[in-house]
């Protein structure tokens, strides 16, 4: 096929810091996020590069919200439930 690259980037959300843990910013509650862009974007960041924090507030207002897709991350199995 000859499928034309439109631009654009994504956010995967690899973190929650919580307002009430030690490294949360000015007692908020942040997503940590990971930019399509590389570890060359945001260098500095607090987190990592690459990453970086966003209030959980930025996420209310739809105007800043293209698309949003939810999956499961693989993970240790849990134990069972008695």
Do not use: C, T
């Amino acid at each position: 096929s000859k499928e034309v690259s439109q631009g654009g980037h994504v956010w995967l959300v690899s973190g929650i810091i919580r307002a009430s843990d030690p490294s949360a910013y000015m007692g908020r509650s942040y997503f940590v996020v990971r930019n399509s862009w590389s570890a060359g974007w945001a260098r500095n960041s607090p987190v990592s590069p690459g990453s970086a924090m966003i209030p959980y507030s930025f996420f209310e207002n739809p105007a800043w919200l293209y698309e949003a897709y939810l999956g499961l991350a693989e993970a240790a199995p849990l134990a069972p439930l008695h």
